[in-house]
């Protein structure tokens, strides 16, 4: 079982709909999370940071961490043909020195 | 655009090879990761340097290595190539190392590596 586990999708809805991804992970010890988009052929950037459990809003996107479930998601409201990329949840524990564990990220389409 | 770059975009070699992949932080930035992406296995931490030193270690295989020079530029070495290392490799870069409060990875736009 990886850490971190995400649906690949592809996940396609019209525009104008909310979208729902999520993700779940292993490790418990996991206290920041973050979401990020990847357009094709380029780096990722972040979108979403949220510390511990709770939910965190910005503009069209909010972000919601379950720690006792080790469930995160993603809602994108009003959906644009724009927000058509993939979408990658990562995670790390603070507690030390190493690295984002990624999820293998959700491949989005917004039907215009 | 991130502020982080990376030479060269697409690098196609033959198995047994050795590459050097190049990564210029973020101006100011300190920290340098390397990321191996791959359709199998995703988003893989490889390791992190901060200020010159070597700070943190992921899945890097051994026929890899990484160095963070005194003007804060990084690169990535990868000897014996085989097929399975054909990956996007990505550089990012942030203000301070990774332990306690998150600072924001800005990721550059990759390396295309493809071994034949």
């Known amino acids: 079982q990886k850490e971190v586990e995400q649906d690949p999708g592809p996940l396609s809805v019209p525009e104008g709909a909310i979208v729902s991804l999520n993700c779940t992970y292993s490790?418990?010890?996991?206290?920041?999370f973050m979401w990020y988009r990847q357009y094709s052929r380029k780096g990722p950037e972040l979108l979403m940071y949220?510390?511990?459990?709770g939910n965190k809003e910005d503009g069209r996107f909010t972000a919601q961490v379950d720690k006792s479930s080790k469930y995160i998601s993603l809602f994108i409201r009003d959906s644009q043909p724009s927000d058509s990329a993939t979408y990658l949840c990562?995670?790390?524990?603070?507690?030390?020195?190493?690295?984002?564990?990624f999820g293998k990220g959700t491949h989005l389409i917004i039907q215009p | 655009d991130s502020g982080v770059t990376q030479t060269p975009k697409h690098l196609i070699t033959a198995t047994g090879q050795r590459v050097t992949l190049r990564c210029s932080p973020r101006?100011?930035?300190?920290?340098v990761y390397w990321y191996q992406q791959s359709l199998d296995q995703g988003l893989q931490f490889l390791i992190q340097?901060?200020?010159?030193?070597?700070?943190a270690k992921g899945n890097i295989l051994e026929r890899f290595s990484a160095q963070q020079f005194p003007d804060l530029h990084s690169e990535l070495n990868l000897s014996s190539l085989e097929l399975g290392d054909s990956a996007l490799y990505f550089c990012?870069?942030?203000?301070?190392?990774?332990?306690?409060?998150?600072?924001?990875?800005?990721f550059g736009p990759g390396t295309r590596l493809t071994v034949l």
């Open positions: 990012a870069s942030s203000v301070a190392p990774l332990g306690g409060p998150y600072n924001e990875q800005f």
């Open positions: 490790n418990s010890a996991f206290q920041y």
């Open positions: 949220t510390y511990s459990s």
């Open positions: 990562a995670m790390y524990s603070g507690g030390g020195a190493d690295g984002l564990t």
């Open positions: 101006s100011g930035d300190l920290s």
């Open positions: 340097y901060y200020n010159g030193e070597e700070r």
